[in-house]
């Protein structure tokens, strides 16, 4: 089995919970599955109904933070989270994955605590590797939808190059419409 992505597993949970902000338990297992959560974790009682709310309410706290665009305050609330869950890192290997870092208490921490130490950590990585925020929220009207943007390039402002196009679109006729 290969490593894993922690970046892209808080993306999809935070933006699958800012989708449906009661996602079931079952929709929440499906995801941490498909990001390499071993199968007897994700089933009763390791992950009840209990944990999959935590679970929601940190997915939501995370993406408060995934929506800040400033690097300074994104590391200040980073690093809040950190002391918030006690982080320490630990490197560990199991289920078949590589060496990699954990930043929880260990087995005892509860969904919502891993999901924000781990997120933290995901978001701290990258904001050392890039030395700038390369995550958002969509600005366009109606979307919202956040969006990792670790590419080469320029930053990222919009999730797809089909909101960018319509906001620039919409702001073309804008003008066109205040110059007759």
């Known amino acids: 089995m290969n490593g894993f992505d922690p ?24 995801l941490l599955a498909r990001h390499g959560e071993a199968s007897q974790d994700l089933r009763e009682p390791a992950f009840s109904e209990a944990g999959a709310a935590e679970l929601r309410a940190a997915a939501r706290r995370m993406g408060a933070l995934i929506a800040e665009p400033d690097a300074d305050r994104a590391a200040e609330a980073v690093n809040a989270l950190f002391a918030e869950c006690g982080a ?33 950590l995901a978001l701290a990585e990258l904001l050392t590797a890039h030395g700038r925020v390369v995550w958002g929220a969509c600005p366009a009207a109606g979307c919202g939808r956040y969006f990792l943007g ?31």
């Open 150 to 180: 670790a590419g080469p390039g320029s930053p990222r402002r919009y999730c797809s190059t089909a909101c960018a196009t319509r906001v620039r679109v919409a702001a073309h006729r804008s003008r066109r419409r205040a110059g007759q």
């Open 88 to 120: 320490r890192p630990r490197l560990t290997r199991h289920d078949g994955h590589p060496w990699h870092l954990h930043v929880d208490r260990g087995p005892e921490a509860g969904w919502g605590e891993w999901f924000l130490a781990s997120g933290a």
């Open 7 to 30: 970046a892209l597993r808080l993306f999809d949970i935070a933006e699958a919970v800012r989708q449906d902000p009661e996602l079931p338990r079952a929709g929440l297992a499906a």
